[in-house]
Protein backbone atom coordinates (compact mmCIF):
# COMPACT_ATOMS: atom_id res chain seq x y z
CA UNK A 1 0.00 0.00 0.00
CA UNK A 2 1.10 3.50 -1.28
CA UNK A 3 2.24 5.64 1.79
CA UNK A 4 -0.05 8.63 2.26
CA UNK A 5 0.53 12.18 0.63
CA UNK A 6 1.94 14.09 3.56
CA UNK A 7 1.28 18.05 2.65
CA UNK A 8 3.66 20.82 3.67
CA UNK A 9 2.07 23.09 6.66
CA UNK A 10 2.42 25.96 4.63
CA UNK A 11 2.76 26.60 1.12
CA UNK A 12 3.81 30.44 0.58
CA UNK A 13 3.57 30.36 -2.99
CA UNK A 14 -0.08 30.50 -2.02
CA UNK A 15 0.03 33.70 0.31
CA UNK A 16 2.46 35.67 -1.79
CA UNK A 17 2.80 38.10 -4.55
CA UNK A 18 4.88 37.35 -6.87
CA UNK A 19 7.61 40.20 -7.70
CA UNK A 20 6.52 40.31 -11.25
CA UNK A 21 2.73 40.74 -10.55
CA UNK A 22 2.47 44.07 -12.29
CA UNK A 23 3.30 42.38 -15.38
CA UNK A 24 0.70 40.31 -16.09
CA UNK A 25 -2.31 42.64 -15.55
CA UNK A 26 -1.46 44.04 -19.11
CA UNK A 27 -3.10 42.06 -21.62
CA UNK A 28 -6.47 41.42 -19.41
CA UNK A 29 -9.66 42.56 -20.89
CA UNK A 30 -12.29 41.95 -17.62
CA UNK A 31 -14.83 44.18 -17.77
CA UNK A 32 -15.16 47.61 -16.07
CA UNK A 33 -18.33 46.38 -13.68
CA UNK A 34 -16.26 43.37 -12.33
CA UNK A 35 -12.88 45.54 -11.85
CA UNK A 36 -14.75 48.25 -10.04
CA UNK A 37 -16.39 45.58 -7.78
CA UNK A 38 -13.85 43.45 -6.68
CA UNK A 39 -11.98 47.09 -5.82
CA UNK A 40 -14.76 48.19 -3.96
CA UNK A 41 -15.14 45.17 -1.82
CA UNK A 42 -11.97 44.42 -1.49
CA UNK A 43 -10.77 47.58 -1.07
CA UNK A 44 -7.99 47.27 -3.53
CA UNK A 45 -6.07 49.52 -6.17
CA UNK A 46 -7.38 49.04 -10.11
CA UNK A 47 -4.24 46.62 -10.26
CA UNK A 48 -4.06 44.88 -7.87
CA UNK A 49 -8.49 44.31 -8.49
CA UNK A 50 -7.43 42.98 -12.08
CA UNK A 51 -4.51 40.92 -11.23
CA UNK A 52 -6.81 39.15 -8.46
CA UNK A 53 -9.42 38.60 -11.28
CA UNK A 54 -6.80 37.06 -13.47
CA UNK A 55 -5.67 34.81 -10.94
CA UNK A 56 -8.99 33.65 -10.05
CA UNK A 57 -10.25 33.49 -13.80
CA UNK A 58 -12.63 36.29 -13.61
CA UNK A 59 -14.78 34.74 -10.74
CA UNK A 60 -15.41 37.96 -8.45
CA UNK A 61 -15.84 36.05 -5.01
CA UNK A 62 -12.98 33.97 -5.43
CA UNK A 63 -11.01 37.12 -6.41
CA UNK A 64 -11.98 38.74 -3.21
CA UNK A 65 -10.68 35.31 -1.45
CA UNK A 66 -7.22 35.35 -3.33
CA UNK A 67 -6.79 39.13 -2.24
CA UNK A 68 -7.21 38.25 1.41
CA UNK A 69 -4.90 35.23 1.71
CA UNK A 70 -1.76 37.36 0.60
CA UNK A 71 0.34 38.08 3.46
CA UNK A 72 3.64 38.37 2.01
CA UNK A 73 5.29 39.96 -1.25
CA UNK A 74 8.33 37.98 -2.82
CA UNK A 75 11.84 40.21 -3.83
CA UNK A 76 12.89 37.82 -6.39
CA UNK A 77 10.84 35.35 -8.53
CA UNK A 78 10.14 31.98 -7.06
CA UNK A 79 11.05 28.60 -7.81
CA UNK A 80 9.19 26.86 -10.89
CA UNK A 81 7.43 24.57 -8.08
CA UNK A 82 6.73 27.17 -5.55
CA UNK A 83 8.09 27.73 -2.00
CA UNK A 84 6.59 24.92 0.50
CA UNK A 85 7.91 23.64 3.74
CA UNK A 86 9.76 20.81 4.52
CA UNK A 87 7.16 19.99 7.47
CA UNK A 88 3.88 18.95 8.47
CA UNK A 89 1.69 18.24 11.58
CA UNK A 90 -0.17 14.85 11.49
CA UNK A 91 -3.47 14.66 12.40
CA UNK A 92 -4.49 13.55 16.22
CA UNK A 93 -5.40 10.10 15.37
CA UNK A 94 -1.71 9.68 14.10
CA UNK A 95 -0.27 11.05 17.04
CA UNK A 96 -2.91 10.83 19.87
CA UNK A 97 -2.11 14.38 20.45
CA UNK A 98 -5.58 16.56 20.53
CA UNK A 99 -3.83 19.89 20.39
CA UNK A 100 -2.43 20.84 17.24
CA UNK A 101 0.50 23.14 18.33
CA UNK A 102 1.83 20.09 20.69
CA UNK A 103 1.88 17.79 18.01
CA UNK A 104 5.30 16.68 16.27
CA UNK A 105 6.39 17.84 13.19
CA UNK A 106 6.90 15.46 10.14
CA UNK A 107 8.28 15.59 6.68
CA UNK A 108 6.40 16.16 3.74
CA UNK A 109 5.95 13.44 1.24
CA UNK A 110 7.58 15.96 -1.05
CA UNK A 111 10.10 16.50 1.00
CA UNK A 112 11.05 13.14 1.96
CA UNK A 113 11.10 12.48 -1.34
CA UNK A 114 13.54 15.55 -2.56
CA UNK A 115 16.11 14.77 -0.16
CA UNK A 116 16.00 10.82 0.52
CA UNK A 117 15.56 10.85 4.05
CA UNK A 118 12.38 8.99 5.95
CA UNK A 119 12.72 11.44 9.62
CA UNK A 120 13.06 15.15 10.48
CA UNK A 121 16.47 14.75 12.01
CA UNK A 122 17.68 12.86 8.96
CA UNK A 123 17.65 16.59 7.85
CA UNK A 124 20.17 18.07 9.32
CA UNK A 125 23.75 18.89 6.92
CA UNK A 126 20.73 19.35 4.42
CA UNK A 127 20.58 22.25 2.09
CA UNK A 128 17.66 23.96 2.44
CA UNK A 129 15.73 27.72 1.98
CA UNK A 130 14.48 30.25 4.98
CA UNK A 131 11.70 32.15 4.14
CA UNK A 132 12.15 35.36 5.66
CA UNK A 133 12.39 38.88 5.07
CA UNK A 134 15.09 40.81 3.00
CA UNK A 135 17.90 42.71 4.83
CA UNK A 136 19.37 45.69 2.82
CA UNK A 137 23.14 45.90 2.76
CA UNK A 138 23.26 47.62 6.55
CA UNK A 139 21.29 44.34 7.81
CA UNK A 140 18.11 46.32 8.24
CA UNK A 141 15.07 45.30 6.90
CA UNK A 142 13.55 46.57 3.99
CA UNK A 143 10.66 48.43 4.38
CA UNK A 144 8.26 47.81 2.98
CA UNK A 145 8.39 44.30 4.11
CA UNK A 146 9.38 42.04 1.19
CA UNK A 147 10.35 38.12 1.48
CA UNK A 148 12.72 35.59 -0.33
CA UNK A 149 14.64 32.49 0.10
CA UNK A 150 17.99 32.58 2.01
CA UNK A 151 19.96 29.45 0.54
CA UNK A 152 21.67 27.60 3.66
CA UNK A 153 22.38 24.64 5.62
CA UNK A 154 20.57 22.85 8.35
CA UNK A 155 22.85 22.74 11.36
CA UNK A 156 20.52 21.94 14.49
CA UNK A 157 17.16 21.05 14.83
CA UNK A 158 15.65 21.28 18.25
CA UNK A 159 12.05 20.61 19.79
CA UNK A 160 10.72 18.51 16.78
CA UNK A 161 8.50 16.47 18.71
CA UNK A 162 6.42 19.58 19.40
CA UNK A 163 5.38 22.53 16.89
CA UNK A 164 5.03 25.24 18.98
CA UNK A 165 8.57 24.84 19.63
CA UNK A 166 10.18 23.03 17.09
CA UNK A 167 13.26 25.89 15.30
CA UNK A 168 15.90 24.90 13.32
CA UNK A 169 19.49 26.67 13.48
CA UNK A 170 20.98 27.06 9.81
CA UNK A 171 24.40 27.93 8.80
CA UNK A 172 25.10 30.28 5.78
CA UNK A 173 28.46 30.42 4.67
CA UNK A 174 30.15 30.85 7.94
CA UNK A 175 27.44 31.86 9.94
CA UNK A 176 24.69 30.52 12.48
CA UNK A 177 21.64 31.94 12.52
CA UNK A 178 19.34 32.06 15.86
CA UNK A 179 16.50 29.60 16.12
CA UNK A 180 13.88 29.72 13.08
CA UNK A 181 10.83 28.18 14.09
CA UNK A 182 11.12 25.24 11.66
CA UNK A 183 7.96 26.17 9.60
CA UNK A 184 10.19 28.58 8.16
CA UNK A 185 12.64 25.64 6.70
CA UNK A 186 11.56 25.28 2.81
CA UNK A 187 12.58 22.44 0.14
CA UNK A 188 15.42 24.18 -1.95
CA UNK A 189 14.53 23.25 -5.53
CA UNK A 190 17.63 24.50 -7.30
CA UNK A 191 19.35 21.18 -5.60
CA UNK A 192 16.82 19.54 -8.32
CA UNK A 193 18.18 22.07 -11.28
CA UNK A 194 21.62 22.21 -10.19
CA UNK A 195 21.91 18.29 -10.34
CA UNK A 196 19.74 18.13 -13.75
CA UNK A 197 22.97 20.58 -14.91
CA UNK A 198 25.40 18.32 -13.64
CA UNK A 199 24.07 15.25 -15.61
CA UNK A 200 23.57 17.28 -18.58
CA UNK A 201 26.90 18.44 -18.33
CA UNK A 202 28.32 14.86 -17.92
CA UNK A 203 25.47 14.10 -21.26
CA UNK A 204 27.40 16.68 -23.27
CA UNK A 205 30.93 15.26 -22.11
CA UNK A 206 30.25 11.93 -22.89
CA UNK A 207 29.05 13.00 -26.74
CA UNK A 208 31.94 15.32 -27.55
CA UNK A 209 30.10 18.59 -26.65
CA UNK A 210 31.91 21.43 -26.02
CA UNK A 211 31.59 23.79 -22.69
CA UNK A 212 30.44 26.25 -25.05
CA UNK A 213 28.00 24.17 -26.37
CA UNK A 214 26.35 23.85 -23.01
CA UNK A 215 26.60 27.48 -22.45
CA UNK A 216 25.38 28.95 -25.38
Known sequence: ????????IYNY???SLPCDWEEHITDTDYDEGSIRKVMSRGELSREKAIYALLKSEGNQDRAIDYWSCI???LKYPEPEK??????SIPGMDECGVFCTTARPVVLTTNAKEYYGVSK???MVGKEVGVFRRVKDELGN??????YHLQKG??????FPWRFDMATVIVRTGEKLSHPIKIERICIDWWLQWKNWIIIKYFSFS????SDSKINS
Open 120 to 122: IED
Open 13 to 15: SDC
Open 141 to 146: YETPHV
Open 153 to 158: TIDKID
Open 1 to 8: MSETLVIP
Open 206 to 209: KNGY
Open 82 to 87: GIESIV
Open 71 to 73: KYN
